[in-house]
């Protein structure tokens, strides 16, 4: 646990170094598997029309739903990994 922590922890340090924007649907992914993976399930309410960032960043995260804090960290840190290869 303390090791995927660490390798967590890392993965938001280096996914600063990304040389390329990633696209809007991989952004989107790092956003939903790091809010399961420090917070846990989705909370709170849906936001409206108005907002469509919110409602996606919100919906990205609410697809994870039931997913454990560890396997969204290991997701997010192989995210991370795949992205900087490209």
């Known amino acids: 646990m303390a090791d995927l922590k660490t390798q967590f ?3 938001q340090k280096d ?3 990304l040389k390329a ?3 809007n649907e991989d952004l989107l992914t790092l956003y939903a598997l ?3 993976g420090s917070v ?3 909370s709170g309410s849906r ?3 108005l907002d469509p960032v919110g409602r996606a960043k919100y919906d990205a995260w609410a697809r994870l739903k ?3 804090k560890d396997e ?3 997701r997010y840190v192989a995210k991370v990994k795949e992205l900087l290869a490209r």
């Open 40 to 42: 846990g399930d989705v």
């Open 66 to 68: 039931g997913k454990s």
């Open 72 to 74: 969204a960290m290991k």
């Open 21 to 23: 924007r990633p696209s």
């Open 9 to 11: 922890e890392q993965a």
């Open 15 to 17: 996914v600063k170094t």
């Open 47 to 49: 936001p409206g029309m």
């Open 34 to 36: 790091y809010k399961q």
